[in-house]
């Protein structure tokens, strides 16, 4: 945003849209991006994470809007991430290189490693409150939220969250609260839980439950990118205990790529075999849509189904790509099967098969390998094996 | 014998072990095989560090 958004009393989301960025970290963002950071004026002034290194000005700009930067007394680094805390430096020189930067343990460590020496960082503990004046500020440890040093902040009397990159969505674009985004907020949130949480889900289960048994009453969650949830933060409290659960609905992926059309062809047979159970699928070609979205398809499918062709003995590199993504991410009880057609040595099925061991899923079918193109007898034993993983996903399910 | 602290929060106690991945109470943090990796995050030995 080019100006200051006042989301409480006092409180300004005084962040930037990054409108331009469409790949971010191999993430793609159809929607750019924000990289929100929050103002709070009181007795002490507060500024809540910055921003990327390249919009370090027009934060300054921002703030400038309601406050001389130099009148900013603390600072809080709740990610070291450098989409949060590139423009630190830049934004210190201005705000006053000897002000305190507040962090967790290990956020000490790494903006150290980032910044040798050029802040004056203090480590706060799990559970420290600062008084700002009227309000004060709780510290919440989150490591592996999604990185060690990652920490909540929790202005109490406003019960406000600011909740780092949990929460967040990958969205630049006219809205700034759930209330005005609608529904759609829902599918940015999943991709970004996918994407960025899903390795951690047993971490956010935790979380959510001594945040529960805490009792802690949440009117605001500002996350640090996307939307904040102003209108309805149950919402998507709600769907981060549904995904971190990895709750599978009736669904089947089969993510695959092809040469010479043999293993697409095998893998509308599958989909066929898998549809004719009344159990969802998806066709996803690892050359047409990115492997963001297909792990965003992935988080909620119970069964993961490969196609590849074998190439050099091999299977297809952009399959392997998307496989060591997915990888990762590490997706919880789920079904898997591989299929895919070769030439003269057909290797793709057996370490597809291999690939989701090691991601201990249950490959549920030995595999199916065609040479150069399917038959009619081939095709009915693929729409064969899509019935049978259908047939699987019914009966765990 | 000392502990040892994932980056994740995780911590190694050979008192106890990781029963899950085959190792049994008792081992020491430098008997565990170079393949163990934190049940947790799945980060390799070279990442934690000794607790006093």
């Known amino acids: 945003m080019f100006k200051p958004v006042e989301i409480a009393p006092g409180i300004y989301s005084v962040g930037c849209r990054d409108w331009d960025i469409r790949d971010f970290h191999g993430y793609s963002t159809y929607e750019g991006t924000s990289y929100n950071a929050f103002l709070i004026l009181d007795e002490k002034n507060v ?45 210190m020189k201005r705000i006053g290189s000897d002000k305190t930067v507040l962090c967790s343990k290990m956020g000490l460590k790494n903006l150290n490693s980032h910044f040798p020496g050029k802040l004056n960082l203090r480590a706060v503990e799990n559970g420290e ?63 970004y839980y996918a994407n960025i949480l899903l390795n951690y889900s047993t971490k956010v289960q935790g979380l959510l439950t001594s945040v529960q048994a805490s009792g802690l009453e949440i009117n605001m969650i500002c996350p640090d990118h996307g939307v904040i949830f102003r ?45 004719s159970r009344d159990v969802h699928v998806r066709l996803m070609n690892t050359r047409k849509c990115h492997r963001s979205d297909i792990m965003t398809e992935v988080m909620d499918a119970k069964a993961l189904v490969v196609g590849s062709p074998t190439l050099n003995n091999g299977i297809f590199p952009v399959v392997a790509d998307v496989l060591t993504y997915i990888k990762g ?69 | 014998m000392s502990k040892y602290e994932c980056p994740c929060d995780y911590v190694y106690d050979p008192a106890e072990g990781d029963f899950e991945n085959g ?30």
């Open chain 1, 47 to 91: 500024l809540i994470d910055t921003v990327k290194k390249e919009f370090a000005q027009e934060l300054l700009d921002n703030i400038s809007k309601i406050i001389d930067p130099a009148d900013i007394d603390v600072v809080i680094s709740n990610h070291t991430e450098m989409d949060h805390s590139g423009a630190l430096t830049t934004v």
């Open chain 1, 129 to 191: 409150e600062l008084c700002l004046g009227k309000r004060t500020l709780a510290f919440m440890e989150t490591r592996m939220l999604h990185w060690p040093d990652s920490m909540f902040t929790y202005a109490k009397e406003d019960k406000i969250l600011f909740s780092s990159d949990a929460f967040g969505q990958h969205y630049a674009g006219d809205c700034a609260f759930d209330d005005e985004i609608g529904e759609r907020v829902m599918d940015h949130a999943a991709k």
């Open chain 1, 231 to 275: 209108k309805d933060p149950g919402a998507i409290i709600a769907k981060y205990d549904q995904w971190s659960r990895q709750e599978c609905s009736r669904k089947a992926v089969i993510i695959f790529d092809t040469m010479w059309k043999s293993t697409a062809v095998m893998a509308r047979e599958v989909a066929k075999g898998i549809e």
């Open chain 1, 329 to 397: 991410l590490r997706p919880q009880n789920r079904l898997a099967a591989a299929f895919g057609s070769y030439g003269w040595s057909g290797e793709a099925v057996k370490i597809l098969n291999r690939e989701f061991e090691a991601m201990k899923m249950e490959v549920i079918h030995e595999g199916l390998k065609v040479q150069y193109v399917p038959e009619p007898g081939d095709l009915e034993n693929c729409f064969s094996m899509g019935k049978d993983i259908a047939d699987k996903i019914i009966e765990t399910s």
């Open chain 2, 23 to 52: 190792i049994e109470a008792g081992t020491a943090f430098e008997d565990l095989p170079d393949s163990w990796v934190c049940p947790l995050c799945g980060a390799e030995k070279e990442f934690f560090e000794k607790l006093d």
